[in-house]
Nanobody
C-alpha cells in the first residue's frame, strides 16, 4: 500500500507563495495519478489539481479553475514526490490540503487524464494546513 505524507503548509501573507510536497512510500508514485484537494473550515473538500500517472501519459495535468494561473502541480520521480506550487496566494486559499493517489493501469479511464473526483482516489495523506493572512 502507498503511504502519503504532505508537508509544506504554513502561515503566509496574501500574495506569497508556498510549495506543498506529497511524499510517497510503499509504491512507485509515477504509476499513480496524484491529486491535491483542500478543505476550508465549514466547507466540503474540493479538487485543486491532479497529475496523471507518468508511466502512461507523460504526466498530463488538470488544474481547477479557481486556482488556474496561480497553482501548478509537478512530479519528481527520483524523490517519489508530487508538488503543488502555489503562487499569489489569497485568504480564500486557506484550507487543509490533502494529496491522494490512485494506481492507474495502461488503458484505463484515467491513464491519460487524472481523476478530479475525490471518491476515485484510493490513498490519502493526513493533510497539511495552509493559512493565508490578509
Amino acid at each position: 500500500q502507498v503511504q502519503l505524507v504532505e508537508s509544506g503548509g504554513e502561515l503566509v501573507q496574501a500574495g506569497g507563495s508556498l510549495r506543498l510536497s506529497c511524499a510517497a512510500s510503499g509504491g512507485i508514485l509515477s504509476s499513480y495519478a496524484v491529486g491535491w484537494f483542500r478543505q476550508a473550515p465549514g466547507k466540503e473538500r474540493e479538487f485543486v489539481a491532479a497529475v496523471a500517472a507518468i508511466s502512461w501519459s507523460g504526466g498530463n495535468t488538470v488544474i481547477s479553475d479557481s486556482v488556474k494561473g496561480r497553482f501548478t502541480i509537478s512530479r519528481d520521480n527520483a524523490k517519489n514526490t508530487v508538488y503543488l506550487q502555489m503562487n499569489s496566494l489569497k485568504p480564500e486559499d486557506t484550507a487543509v490540503y490533502y494529496c491522494a493517489a490512485k494506481y492507474t493501469y495502461y488503458g484505463d479511464a484515467h491513464s491519460l487524464s487524472p481523476p478530479v473526483t475525490q471518491g476515485l482516489y484510493d490513498y490519502w495523506g493526513q493533510g497539511t494546513q495552509v493559512t493565508v493572512s490578509s
